[in-house]
């Protein structure tokens, strides 16, 4: 079991855009096919530690632009 | 002089022995090609066994999964007859044993504490296509309480962060109890998780145990030996010392606050977004080359359940002081809803048999079925059904009883907030008509069927 590994920021960055509208987690999944799965995992970890995440009753998330 | 070798080989058997006698038995087989996580669900659900996906990608941790997803499979798990689940569980239940602590674990054999607790280092598999995010399915929650002592129970936890899960404790549970009472508090809980228990303490766990009774006690009692228990390195909470994985932290003192699921539930269907505690991870103990356990829905978490399920039918049948020839769960009912029961039957006992059935909360509909009906067959209870019923007289509804808020027909939308949903039953009484005579019901027999055999011929 491997730790230590830090977040890609440039896979972090192109989570965010697609937070942009409301989106199931499959769809990160979907839209992150390149990258591995840890990566993707580490990468949620930073957004969500970061950012407050919005959720709509479908479970579909999405980022709150800050006024 | 093997027997007694075999026992001793078995004794306290972990849950790698059982992976390893399972694939003996041809319900596991090994998946030597990379896999991702991404896709492991996918492949237990067309898979005809078990799997254990040795190579998983980006991981060193290989993961198994569906261990118990059909009555043939738990049986094998258990290593008990398929048809004798629900009398051994009974049987079980009935003599707990306290469990044993022991100093070194294999669970302990690795620790990672501080910057090293990182949960993406754990191959978490993403599981249905709604899910809120991956899941650990298979884990079991252990928990303590100076008054309510020892607890063991199954809950799921939503990855969020590196040290972070959300775990559902939406409906009323033992640990959901546990934590109110530290939460009024704002103090957080100790709890620990572990991951690749073996079989008996995972349905122990899953067993709504009576109030007092810890469900290592149960596990004993399935096992025949007492469960080996050690105490978490960092919380003041007893594991199983041969799980592979433990997740060591706090329900922190959050409330029902943290978005949670989707998640594909026990019912087979997808469930809601709800709100609940987060789990703070300190500390992360595991076996040297541990292998991770992905608890497939809903069939395996049903399965873990329908031993109990078929227990708790016997017992209130005894209590109606019906003689029980077998019970059976059946899956389409997920393996509590829907049960048929065979029974030696004096006059008016097929009602009491629905009448006694119908009173367990879980179940929703029942069938009774005189003893000379295969109740593992369904097309023998379905005729059955056809030839002993009349509709008008045969069949029992029960209107306005307890209900659950999963079941989408007792529209749990509409109810107010705490109000809890009631639902209808059914029971169909298939034993022969009283004042019908059984000669009625002759079966027809092959002309000398003892004298044919199958294999002179084809």
Redesign the interface.
Known sequence: ?????QADPALVKQIEECLREPV???DI?DATRDQ????V??A??DI??RHA?E?????RYWRAERA | MAARRMDQDRRNEDFRGMLARMEREGHLRRVTKTI???HITALCGQAPSAVLCEAV?????PVVGGLYWTRDRLASALDWPVGELGSRFATAVARPLSPVLVNDAPCQE?V?TG??????????P?MH??????YISGGVAFADDPELGPNAGCYRLM????REMAIDLFTASDLRRYYTRTYERKQPLPVAIAIGVHAFEHMAAAYKAPAGLNEMEIAGGLRGEPAHLVRAKTVDVMVPANAEIVLEGELLPNGWTA?E??FGEFAGMQG??KHNPLFRVGA?T?RRN?IFYALQMPWENDWLNGPATEAACRRVLGLAGIQVAGVRATEGGCCGWSVVAAIKKRAGEGRNALAALLSLPVVKQAIVTDDDIDIYNSDEVEWAVTFRCQADKDIIILSGMKGKHVDPSVRPWDLKPGELPTTAKFGIDATIPEGIPAFRYERIVPAFRSEVRLEDYL
């Open positions: 079991m491997t730790s230590g590994r199931y987690f499959r999944l591995k799965y840890r990566a995992l580490l949620w970890s969500r530690t995440l959720r709509d009753e479908h479970g | 991702s996580p991404r990608e980006d991981y060193d941790i690795v990672a910057d090293d607790v990182d949960l993406t280092a754990l191959p978490i993403f296509e709604k899910d809120g995010a991956p990855f969020r962060t590196r978005d699921g989707p809601d977004l992360i595991h541990p």
